[in-house]
T-cell receptor, first 113, second 113 residues
Framework: GNSVTQMEGPVTLSEEAFLTINCTYTATGYPSLFWYVQYPGEGLQLLLKATKADDKGSNKGFEATYRKETTSFHLEKGSVQVSDSAVYFCALNSGGSNYKLTFGKGTLLTVNP | DGGITQSPKYLFRKEGQNVTLSCEQNLNHDAMYWYRQDPGQGLRLIYYSQIVNDFQKGDIAEGYSVSREKKESFPLTVTSAQKNPTAFYLC????????????FGQGTRLTVV
């Protein structure tokens, strides 16, 4: 079956630090990969996605590259802000008869001023 | 504005009572999902529906029931058979297809006392 493994948090950084959150996956076929963000007390919002190998998703300064050879989709940002403090989820969906998302356990990021 | 609406935001129930969580979407999406979120557990899929009048069990369906009589609506009932119902519940919808992201509601926090 499909699975997603994220680095465990929490991650605490100072403002303007470099961020990496690791994500690896196991899936049948050729999955699409997503990063979602959840701010306190809210639902999830799509941050970025990639649908095929070597695609790079990017949004709001965040980037992730779909690496099929290492089955990875690591999230990076060059300079984090306090407002980036949230929980980040890596997810995938694959084809076949359904397209439901499989999520990692989430990584809590706290950015201090 | 198009979106997905969950109500209520907070819900309190006594142990042994059934409770129904509402989820409505006006995005014209075929697929809808219910997830449960617990600290450190990430998101776990309860039920999903790819088309009206049809739904499938997810990974943790025991103690829950759903219906999909209308495309816009996918209510979740938490029954008295659910042993640990206190959690944050998230509803999502999407078009069917690989690489298509899901849109999430704001969530309902259910507390059973």
């Amino acid at each position: 079956g499909n699975s997603v493994t994220q680095m465990e948090g929490p991650v605490t950084l100072s403002e303007e630090a470099f961020l990496t959150i690791n994500c690896t996956y196991t899936a049948t076929g050729y999955p699409s990969l997503f990063w979602y963000v959840q701010y306190p007390g809210e639902g999830l919002q799509l941050l970025l996605k990639a649908t095929k190998a070597d695609d790079k998703g990017s949004n709001k300064g965040f980037e992730a590259t779909y690496r099929k050879e290492t089955t990875s989709f690591h999230l990076e940002k060059g300079s984090v802000q306090v407002s980036d403090s949230a929980v980040y989820f890596c997810a995938l969906n694959s084809g076949g008869s359904n397209y439901k998302l499989t999520f990692g356990k989430g990584t809590l990021l706290t950015v201090n001023p | 504005d198009g979106g997905i609406t969950q109500s209520p935001k907070y819900l309190f129930r006594k142990e042994g009572q059934n409770v129904t969580l509402s989820c409505e979407q006006n995005l014209n999406h075929d697929a809808m999902y219910w997830y449960r979120q617990d600290p450190g557990q990430g998101l776990r899929l309860i039920y999903y529906s790819q088309i009206v009048n049809d739904f499938q069990k997810g990974d943790i369906a025991e103690g829950y029931s759903v219906s999909r009589e209308k495309k816009e609506s996918f209510p979740l009932t938490v029954t008295s058979a659910q042993k640990n119902p206190t959690a944050f519940y998230l509803c999502a919808s999407s078009a069917n297809g690989q690489g298509i992201e899901a849109f999430f509601g704001q969530g309902t926090r259910l507390t059973v006392v």
